[in-house]
Each structure stands twice: as C-alpha cells, then as structure tokens.
C-alpha cells in the first residue's frame, strides 16, 4: 500500500522521486486483455454448443445455459474495461502530481534553498540582515507548497487504489446462473497500488534490503527443494512451467536487491537462484547449461530462449555475459564455434554447427538474445 497522508511512512523526497505508475499502466493492459479473451472463448463456445450435432431439450437447456454465461462475461469484462479505465487515468493523474511536486522542489533550489531528503528546507545564500525576513517567508512558502503537491501525490495514490477496490468487489460478486463459481476479480485493487517504499528495492533502508534479502534465501531454498533438477530430478511439463515462471520471479527480486545492497557498500552472502551470481561464472553458467538441457519437451519453452533470458538475468557485464553464454551453450548442447567480436560492438555465441542458423547476441548492457540467421559471416571475427 502506498503511505496514507495521515499513517504510515513519513514522505520523503526519494519516495516522490521514485514513485511508480508503471503497474498501472500494465494493469489496465492486462484487464482489457483478459475481459477481450474471455468474451470471445465464450462466444466460440456458445457457437459450437448451438452448432453441434444434437437437438432435444437437452441441448436447448445446454444453448440456454451458455447464453446465460456469456451475458455473465459480458458484465465482468465490462466492470474489468472500467477498472482499466481507471487505472490509465489514475496513472496519468500520479505522474502529472508527482510532476508537480518535483517542479516543487526544483522551484525551491532555484530559488536558492536546499531541499533535503525528509523535505526540509535551508537557505543556501548568504544574506544581510534586511533579506531575513523576506527570505524567510520564502522559505516558508516553498516548504508548505512542497508538503502540500507531496500530499495530493500521496491522495491521488490512495484515491486510485480505493476506486480500483471498489471494482475488485463488484468483480467478485458476479455469479454464473445456477450458483455456480464467483468470477473472483485479479487483485487490481491495493495488490495493484503498489508503494514505492514497499515494492521498489531502490528506496529501501540497508535494514529492510538486508530483511528482504533474508526473506529471499528462505523462498530460494524453497524453490529449489520443489524445482532445482539437481535435487528433483527431471520435472513434468506442467510442474517444470510453473518452477520457470517462479524462478523468473526470485531473480528479479535477486538482482534488485543486491543492487540495493551494494548501495550500501554490502556484497551479500547466502544462496542464490540456478540463475544468480552468487558463485562462480563457470559453475552458474554450468548450472544454466544443466537446466536448458533439461527442459522437457512439450512445454512448449525454447531452450535457447531460456538460455538468453537466464544469463540476462545475471546483469554481467557484456564479457562476462557472451563467457557465460558460451559455457552454458557448451553444457547444455555439448559444443559451441566460440566467440565472435562484431564490428558493431555486439558479440556473438556461434553454435558449432553454423548451418544450424542460430547463436546467441551479446549486447554492450550484458543482454543475450537469440540471433538467428545466416551465421557464416561472422566466422572473421571469431577469437
């Protein structure tokens, strides 16, 4: 949740630097995406119910009873369209506040005060005793107008997540006919109203980066007694996609915090996912390469897509990056063609065989994507 005006953490001017508006954005996508899906698989159903090759009472009860369900539908993807509506404009609305209360600030330090992180104020001129008053008053001012936009940032936050509460709760009241199971809303309510302070490991104190990061380790260990392969075992396809999807979640949160915590001049100790760098570049290259080569067929996962997005995930340095490509490529297909340095400052992981058309791409920032293509032209640039 984010700070309530009157309760919860004092604001601060990172807190205004830092608040997001992103999930909102993404949550008004997501909404229209699933009321969209929804009113058209029911509508292919409702159709293949009345074109089906039966006739009797039975089927006009079947006819009757879907047609009731789309009707359903329909008012659920409209409440999610209103939601959604309203989570694109509560984020317009937060990013013309948090504007504001930052053109607050900057509107004072041109003035000649220092805006300090619990928002208070100093004068930074030197002045004669007939400017003190005046400049007071000036300072005054500043003070209260930065409070006040930082206060309507915090209003508009708790007003966006309210209203989104409320049509989570109309959401969740829609029934089938005949009582059957609540269409039970996503939590685009306060899970969705998500609090720099609380979600964004940029703004957290060393204490709760180091809490966080104690709380990662227990769901790392976890994970990996329910999914690592080398303690499970190979896993089933449906039990293997929810692990990925879990994995990709706890590094995220990894990378995030231990870029927190090097803020702090603190290299954490402690497990790491199957994808950190907790160890060695060779041997979390090695595990990656294991884990690829284990992905079980019909899952329909690509292993040289999981490959690119787990050394991704490692934010390496570009050279670090293509060495761990290579090493997990090698492990997970046997042999790689080695290393070539493009004149466009990419790098490119060549498979051993290049009629097979696909390598790994390098960028400077460390990303790996999957390149595929004619790889015989970079066979000049290798070594």
Known sequence: MSPAADSGPVLTRSLIDGWQTQHLTDTAAWLRSQASQSRRL???????????????????????????????VDRQSAIANEAADIAEQGAVDLQAAKRDALGAIGDAESDGFSVAE????????RIDVLETRVRHMAMTAHAETIQWRGEQLVQADALVGRRLSE??????????EG???????????????????????RLLTKEQALAAWEKLQADIASYNSRCAVNIVGPLPPPQYSACQTELASLEAQEAALR??????????????????????LTSTATRIGNEVAAIPKGTGVSQNETLAQRVTALHLSQADAAEAANIASRTAYGATGGIANLPDG????????????????VF???SVQVFRGDLMQFLPYIG
């Open 167 to 176: 049509k989570a709760a109309d959401l969740d009241g829609i029934r089938f």
């Open 259 to 280: 870029a927190r915590l090097a803020d702090f001049g603190i290299q954490p100790d402690g497990a790491s996912t199957s994808g950190g760098t907790g160890g060695d």
């Open 364 to 366: 400077p920032d460390g």
């Open 346 to 361: 990419t790098k490119m992981v060549l498979p051993a065989m290049l009629q097979q058309r696909v390598a790994m791409q």
């Open 42 to 72: 029911f509508d292919e159903f409702h159709q293949t119910v009345k074109s089906a090759d039966w006739a009797g009472d039975a089927k006009d009860a079947a006819v009757d009873l879907v047609g009731a369900d789309v009707s359903v």
């Open 118 to 125: 619990d928002l208070s104020i100093t004068d930074t001129r």
């Open 179 to 201: 009582g059957g199971a609540t269409i039970h809303a996503a939590s685009f309510g306060s899970d969705f109203k998500q609090s720099p302070l609380s979600d964004d490991p």
